[in-house]
């Protein structure tokens, strides 16, 4: 049924020009956006021109074109009025809209064959369910399915992928619908021959960095990670990886990876301010290119409040170049750790590996370091600290979906036997944790935790002693604000930590959220007695592809008297 009613009177001048102001109330958002898409009325609703003679026409077209608007989302029996004002020189358009009840999905088949019909990307793909029995038929959702089976086999390396089969078939009297898709992949691609047209490194170390070889599948995945891999390694200003024509018969692609140099030598000056370090400084020299086998240097001055450090590094790339390496350091720092002092200069070497999705980094480092305590005694002594630690790598760098979560784990010591002025042995365990509650709502998991074998905390230099509070730890506290205390009341580091933190998020239109979080916490002697601390806050976030930022405020809630503390928030992408 449809009626319409032309309140103003039809006898205004032709010449009488006015615009257009369309509401459509009681309606979900997916029908008055569907709707205002396909109304003519839409397109001229911000001139000033429209005629009486216009006006009626575009409302003849009102009843129909809401029912085309309406017919992919489900609905093809609505019942439409709409109601026509002008009020001076606005033309008031009100359309009601009662749906009807919305055609249903009753059966629904999608199947894929081919070589790659149980490939993981595919799988994942149709585990996803959009199209199911009992769901409201949406053509959109729909044809995004068609679209995605042969856009995702295409990026696994099946160029030849087609529908063999795509039916939707529509009883609109018994207001249900059938879907039956099939797709065949074909036979998946592979590399072909890989050539390079660059002068920058050697074609070697090039290669190397690449992370496909010929005969690998071909995956549009294989190439991201290369572009990203190049890139990162700030050899070059410009990469270019081009895809040639495939080779039907031998199912293979060409490929031609093209780089330009970047500037050799880069300096940066930065300054910055943080919740945590107050104002504070860098400058930064690397020489990206100390020879064409891709070594490089790096000298780092840095400036706060509460720390000073010189650091230098010289990174010989080996194996996989893009993320092993022989790292030699050297560093002078002076830093505060909570009413303590740290004063040590270091010499290390270390070496990263990567192990399947690990990263293993075996590391010795030599350091003499002067710990001033809190009551103003000091002590310097010599310890040699070997370190072995494991971390997951990041899924940009692996491939693959996105992965949830990371993991870290580090055992060091320094053992007196090998001359260092005391013993101790530490292992510090770090994770995180993200779970998609609904396609809006999250929930993210932090922790961690530090353990200390060593007959007294004061022999454990005050680099080594651990400390909790601050944007990073539990907020609501200042940085390296909870440790054990003397009997003045000041922080001297614990031997022990332990740290959670619980974030709930909610997404928001143009990347923003909102978090409310709970942390707790403390650095202690003993793990039978922790007097964990505690806060909760708010906080607003602004995500980009690979880190959020945001500002929070948490307030301590196992002191009293305490004000709230902002913090700034960083997390990158796991």
């Known amino acids: 049924m449809a009626t319409g009613v032309l309140a103003a009177a039809l006898l205004w001048p032709l010449h009488a020009m006015a ?36 006006m009626r026409r575009l409302q003849r077209r009102i009843v129909s074109e809401t029912h085309e608007a309406l017919e992919p989302l489900g609905y093809y029996e609505p019942d439409v009025t709409y109601e026509v004002h002008k009020d001076g020189e606005l033309w008031q358009v009100t359309i009601h809209i009662e749906p009807g009840r919305p055609v249903r999905l009753s059966e629904v088949n999608v199947n894929v064959t081919g070589a790659g019909a149980n490939d993981r990307a595919i799988r994942e793909l149709l585990e996803q369910e959009e199209l199911k029995p009992g769901l409201r038929l949406n053509h959109g959702t729909y044809e995004r399915v068609k679209g995605n089976l042969l856009r995702v086999a295409k990026n696994e390396g099946y160029l030849d992928a087609t529908l063999t089969r795509h039916d939707l078939v529509i009883d609109r009297a018994e207001r249900r619908a059938t879907v039956d898709l099939e797709a065949d992949t074909g036979e998946r691609y592979s590399f072909g021959e890989i050539t390079i047209a660059q002068d920058v490194i050697t074609d070697e170390a090039m290669r190397r960095l690449l992370r496909m070889q010929p005969g690998d599948p071909y995956t549009l995945d294989t190439l991201l990670r290369t572009q990203y891999v190049l890139d990162d390694t700030q050899y070059f200003s410009v990469v270019d990886i081009e895809s040639g024509a495939p080779d039907r018969e031998a199912r293979t692609i060409p490929i031609t990876v093209s780089a330009e140099p970047s500037r050799k030598h880069r300096y940066a000056a930065a300054v910055g301010y943080g919740t945590d370090t107050k104002v504070r400084g860098k400058f930064t020299w690397d020489n990206r290119r100390v020879n064409a086998s891709g070594h490089k240097f790096k000298l780092e001055l840095l400036g706060s409040s509460i720390v000073t450090d010189l650091t230098g590094r010289y990174v010989v790339p080996v194996m996989d170049i893009a993320l092993e390496k022989l790292e030699f350091t050297g560093r002078l720092r002076d830093e505060e ?44 002594n010599f310890y040699l600290v070997p370190s072995i630690s494991y971390a997951t790598l990041p899924s940009y760098i692996v491939g ?10 580090e055992l060091r010591g320094s053992p007196e ?19 998609d509650l609904s396609e809006l709502w999250h929930l993210n998991l932090r922790s961690e935790i530090g353990i200390s074998r060593i007959a007294a905390t004061s022999d454990l230099p005050a680099s080594q002693r651990f400390f909790a509070g601050g944007e990073n730890s539990v907020r609501g506290f200042a940085l390296n604000e909870l440790s054990p205390r003397d009997a003045q009341g000041r922080t001297v580091g614990g031997r022990n930590l332990f740290t959670g933190s619980i974030e709930v998020v909610r997404d928001l239109p143009r990347n923003f959220g909102i978090a409310a979080f709970y942390d707790t916490g403390n650095a202690f002697e003993d793990f039978n007695d922790p007097k964990l601390e505690y806060a909760a806050g708010i906080g607003v976030r602004y995500n980009i592809a690979v880190a959020s930022f945001g500002i929070d405020v948490a307030q301590a809630l196992s002191q009293s008297g305490r004000s709230p503390r902002i913090h700034l928030y960083i997390s990158t992408q796991f």
Request: no cysteine.
């Open 337 to 380: 750790l909570g009413d303590t002092r740290s004063e040590r200069a270091e010499i290390g070497m270390g070496l990263t590996e990567v192990l399947g999705r690990w990263q293993r980094v075996l590391q010795v480092r030599f350091s003499d370091e002067k710990t001033t305590e809190a009551d103003g005694t000091s002590s310097t």
């Open 400 to 409: 693959g979906r996105r992965r949830p979560y990371y993991f870290s784990a």
């Open 19 to 54: 615009k257009i102001e369309v509401t459509i109330p009681d309606v979900s958002q997916a029908i008055e956006t569907n709707v205002r898409a396909f109304l003519s009325l839409t397109r001229y609703a911000e001139r000033d021109d429209v005629t009486d003679e216009v």
């Open 417 to 435: 036997t090998l001359g260092s002025d005391a013993s101790f042995l530490q292992l510090r365990l770090k994770g995180e944790r993200q779970f």
